[in-house]
């Protein structure tokens, strides 16, 4: 029993450490350069830009659902027997652990035109991306923590185990339009190259223990499992060397390849009155190479160990008895390898918002109105649904928007999400000459005890930014 407590406990604080890809802040944040990554028919308010190599955009992202460190590990004088025993069983079957992080290799952008008005632009680059999902396995871990004694007649779900990871690269290009005065247009495309997948999500069976016939217990198995792997196989088994630079050539385009769409769009119904919507990751990878895949079905009867020995006349001894008991444990599990290829889709996510713009800047030196200045408040609100493979995560986000003096401002958010009703964001970007800095945070209530933390998200970086509208 305590062997198999630990092994659940490891489970539970890996994953309990490590929110979905929801990028509130940068959503419609237009002082950063970045915001038309999340939304290629954003307004552009530059002529064009740069970023760091490496430095211009860093992203990470991380939460659970159900479950934090603080629920296992607290000072509170309770037992931690007891702890454990709460979160295994609080937890259900669509709580999820997640994990994302977001780097940029390089980015730039620049308009297209001879018109004053930034009437197209284009952008490009590359970044690379960890994505990974956990759902909790809550028939698994039951079964882990009790064992099936005390579930006698209990159906155990096979498909309660669910997950999905990959890191890849992307290349992307992306090409905004101002259609009128009232809408832009954007698209953007993207070249997926896949370094490392898993994918376990089609899963399905069930297992039950009952009263024997031939003894006391049977155990039906009705399986139906299927884990998927590309770039895993022979990784970690040579020299580090050899490893390094296969993971460089599958980030450059020698991986595993797919194709991907972004589509967005904004609309000023009036002055003051924005729409803004983004469709992300419309799009697939094949995996083709270095593939590794196992899979255990099949229906089987296994009523356990016979206690009454076969006698001598029969012609078996104990040893061909025990022996053929554990080719019955083989036959149950036997999972077979194969290298059939396969696609997984990537998770499309949508973005929304509404805004409304107020508070004219007023001129210092004349006392009166710039209007060609616009607007220096924002409010608005802001929806994010990501598909996933059980259920899709909804978030959304109210926000107020403010450009303190010319070079800086801030947004702050408000989110009810998957995590928490709890969630306060603080964004910040700042110009000092050319030089954009940003810096992007939220769950900010918990940063006093992280432990608590259900989620938290953290993203910066450093442009070089020329013609910006003020």
Excluded at 153 to 166: K, Q, T
Excluded at 171 to 186: A, C, I, R, Y
């Amino acid at each position: 029993m305590k062997c198999k407590r630990l092994t659940f406990l490891l489970i539970i604080t890996a994953f309990c450490v490590i929110n979905a890809q929801n990028k509130q802040l940068l959503f419609g944040f237009k002082d950063i350069p970045q915001s038309v990554l999340i939304n290629p028919g954003t307004t552009i308010e530059n002529n064009w830009f740069v970023g760091f190599p490496l430095l211009s955009n860093f992203h990470l992202s991380a939460g659970s659902s159900g479950a934090t460190v603080y629920d296992l590990f607290a000072d509170d004088g309770r037992d931690f027997n007891m702890k454990l025993q709460n979160v295994i069983f609080n937890l259900e079957a669509n709580d999820f652990f997640t994990v994302n992080q977001q780097q940029d290799v390089f980015l730039a952008g620049f308009d297209v035109g001879n018109g004053v008005e930034k009437e197209n632009y284009l952008s490009f680059g590359m970044y690379i991306e960890t994505d990974a999902i956990l759902y909790y396995p809550e028939d698994y871990a039951v079964l882990a923590y009790e064992g099936n004694a005390n579930n006698f007649g209990r159906v155990f779900d096979v498909s309660d185990f669910n997950v999905s990871g990959e890191v890849l690269s992307v290349f992307h290009l992306g090409f905004t339009k101002k259609m009128n005065d009232g809408l832009t247009l954007g698209a953007r495309g993207k070249i997926y190259s896949s370094v490392f997948n898993v994918n376990s999500t089609k899963n399905k069976g069930s297992f039950i223990t009952q009263q024997g016939q031939n003894n006391f217990l049977t155990h039906n198995f009705d399986l139906d499992v299927l884990l998927q792997t590309s770039g895993v196989v022979g990784f970690g088994q040579g020299e580090v060397s050899d490893d390094i630079r296969g993971i460089r050539k599958r980030i450059l385009l020698g991986g595993n390849l797919g194709l991907g769409l972004d589509l967005g769009l904004t609309y000023q119904a009036t002055e003051q009155f924005t729409f803004e919507a983004s469709l992300l990751d419309f799009g697939f990878i094949r995996h083709t190479k270095d593939i590794e895949n196992y899979t255990l079905e099949g229906n089987y009867t296994f009523e356990g160990i016979n206690p009454i020995f076969p006698e001598v006349g029969t012609g078996q001894s104990a040893e061909d008895y025990w022996n053929s008991i554990a080719d019955n444990f083989e036959d149950v599990f036997q999972i077979e390898k194969t290298t059939e290829k396969y696609t997984t889709w990537r998770p499309l996510k949508l973005n929304t918002a509404l805004r409304y713009a107020f508070g004219e800047k007023v001129n210092k030196d004349c006392d009166c109105l710039d209007k060609e200045s616009g607007y220096i408040n924002e409010i608005g609100t802001q929806l994010y649904a990501i598909n996933r493979s059980r259920q899709p995560q909804l978030a959304l986000t109210l926000y107020y928007y403010r450009r303190l003096f010319e070079g800086f401002s801030l947004k702050a958010t408000y989110t009810a999400d998957s995590f928490s009703y709890s969630n306060v964001g603080l964004g910040i970007s700042s110009y000092i000459g050319p030089v954009n800095i940003y810096f992007l945070a939220d769950n900010l209530l918990e940063y006093q005890n992280l432990a608590k933390a259900q989620s938290a998200s953290l993203q910066f970086g450093l442009n070089l930014v020329f013609g910006r509208g003020q």
